[in-house]
């Protein structure tokens, strides 16, 4: 399944009220995340930190490399930063790919994600959890051309 795929399907389980749970393997540890999509209004924006697949969304942009710092400012901010959350307990993390990416790239992308973030965990020593929301870009296609207007009449 490519990402778009993998994301209607949990999108479909969520109006359905059917949880989904992605498995996937790092190393010898099999993990489990229940993600959900878009659109049914269970997180407020300032809450949502979004990843693409080579940077952060958030302030004026982020390489992916800056993950572990922007994960640790985004889960202690505690209503210091407007941007970000009021609390850990409300934060959650937003992956967008493109639609074509595969589940083999997804993989690889969560493993990333979990491990920084456990690192995060360890270091804060807090009880903070990672939520993940799917969403791929909208690729919707452009409108259509104007008429052409010839000598003030429309020809179509």
Same mark, same amino acid.
């Given at each position: 399944?490519?990402?778009?795929?993998?994301?209607?399907?949990?999108?479909? =389980?969520?109006?359905?009220?059917?949880?989904?749970?992605? @498995?996937?393997?790092?190393?010898?540890?099999?993990?489990?995340?229940?993600?959900? %999509?878009?659109?049914?209004?269970?997180? &407020?924006?300032?809450?949502?930190? $979004?990843?693409?697949?080579? /940077?952060?969304?958030?302030?004026?942009?982020?390489?992916?490399?800056?993950?572990? $710092?922007?994960?640790?400012? *985004?889960?202690?901010?505690?209503?210091?930063?407007?941007?970000?959350?009021? /609390? /850990? @307990?409300?934060?959650?993390?937003?992956?967008?790919?493109?639609?074509?990416?595969?589940?083999?790239?997804?993989? *690889?992308?969560?493993?990333?994600?979990? $491990?920084?973030?456990?690192? %995060? &965990? =360890? @270091?804060? &020593?807090?009880?903070?959890?990672?939520?993940?929301?799917?969403?791929?870009? $909208?690729?919707? #296609?452009?409108?259509?051309? #104007?008429?052409?207007?010839?000598?003030?009449?429309?020809? @179509?």
């Amino acid at each position: 399944m490519n990402f778009k795929e993998i994301t209607n399907w949990i999108g479909k =389980n969520q109006d359905n009220e059917i949880t989904s749970i992605i @498995e996937f393997k790092d190393d010898q540890i099999v993990k489990k995340i229940i993600p959900f %999509v878009r659109g049914n209004g269970l997180f &407020k924006e300032r809450n949502i930190l $979004r990843l693409k697949s080579d /940077s952060i969304l958030i302030d004026d942009g982020y390489p992916i490399s800056e993950l572990k $710092r922007i994960l640790k400012r *985004h889960y202690s901010n505690n209503g210091k930063d407007f941007r970000y959350p009021d /609390s /850990s @307990e409300r934060a959650g993390v937003e992956i967008t790919l493109d639609t074509n990416q595969t589940a083999n790239e997804l993989k *690889h992308f969560l493993i990333n994600l979990t $491990r920084t973030f456990d690192e %995060v &965990k =360890n @270091e804060e &020593k807090n009880t903070i959890q990672l939520k993940f929301i799917f969403d791929y870009y $909208r690729q919707i #296609p452009l409108p259509p051309p #104007p008429p052409k207007i010839i000598d003030s009449k429309t020809v @179509e």
